[in-house]
């Protein structure tokens, strides 16, 4: 495993197993404040661009994308959920199901 770009919100590695292809796998904490994660996912996306490896992305986005996806507390704010929404899109990414009780 190879460290590519790492800040202060994501480590970036590039792995290699057994000569398999490598992939990318990057570990997230999505911006904390909210008026900084329009930025962050503009940012975010323009560094994958260069990259063309596999990927999986792992961590907390900080940004629920649906209403389904919490219980109580403040409602969802919609501009974050489409910036990540179009985020996942432009990157072709998707999210895997979850297994077990909805809520952590």
């Known amino acids: 495993m190879s460290i590519l770009k790492e800040t202060s919100n994501f480590i970036d590695v590039l792995v ?3 000569g398999e292809e490598p992939w990318q796998c990057t570990f ?17 996306h323009q560094n994958r661009i260069d990259h063309t490896n596999k990927w999986c ?5 900080n940004i629920v994308a ?19 929404l179009d985020f996942m899109d432009a990157s072709d990414l998707i ?3 979850i297994k077990g009780g909805m809520f952590t």
């Open 66 to 84: 649906d209403h389904s996806e919490k219980d109580g507390g403040a409602p969802v704010n919609n501009n974050q959920a489409k910036w990540f």
């Open 95 to 97: 999210e895997l199901p």
């Open 28 to 44: 997230i904490y999505g911006h904390p404040h909210t008026a900084d994660r329009q930025l962050f996912w503009t940012s975010f």
């Open 57 to 61: 992305v792992i961590g907390d986005v």
């Open 16 to 18: 290699s197993l057994n």
